[in-house]
């Protein structure tokens, strides 16, 4: 199971750190993908990161701002949002699924695992 947790209301310009924790042993196995959803709007990709760490992917339109990162010893997936902008306004998803070492996917279908989602606003 999947449990993201961290939104709420900042301002523009500001940051906010979201957390995904996870439980089950087989973490450390799994490629971690954050994704979000704006009201009207398709889901779409946001972060992802390797099991290991080693890879990391983001959006075009996050790409400097957002940083994603993993602890494996503590099950939990991070997503660093800085400069927020208004149109960073969503709920925000994390998923999960087991993959090998340096694979992670920028599509849904690349995960299994999915977490009830954190709502971000940013207001303008």
């Known amino acids: 199971q999947l449990q993201a947790y961290g939104g709420g209301l900042v301002q523009a310009g500001g940051s906010l750190r979201l957390s995904c924790a996870a439980s089950?042993?087989?973490?450390?196995?799994?490629?971690v993908g954050w994704f979000r959803q704006a009201p009207g709007k398709k889901r779409e990709f946001v972060a992802g990161i390797s099991s290991g760490g080693s890879v990391k992917l983001y959006a075009d339109s996050v790409k400097g701002r957002f940083t994603i990162s993993r602890d494996n010893a503590e099950r939990t997936v991070f997503l660093q949002m800085n400069s927020l902008k208004f149109d960073d306004t969503a709920v925000y998803y994390c998923?999960?699924?087991?993959?090998?070492?340096?694979?992670?996917?920028?599509?849904?279908?690349?995960?299994?695992?999915w977490g009830q989602g954190t709502l971000v606003t940013v207001s303008s």
């Open positions: 089950g042993r087989t973490f450390s196995s799994c490629a």
């Open positions: 998923a999960a699924d087991r993959t090998i070492s340096g694979v992670v996917s920028r599509s849904e279908k690349g995960y299994h695992y």
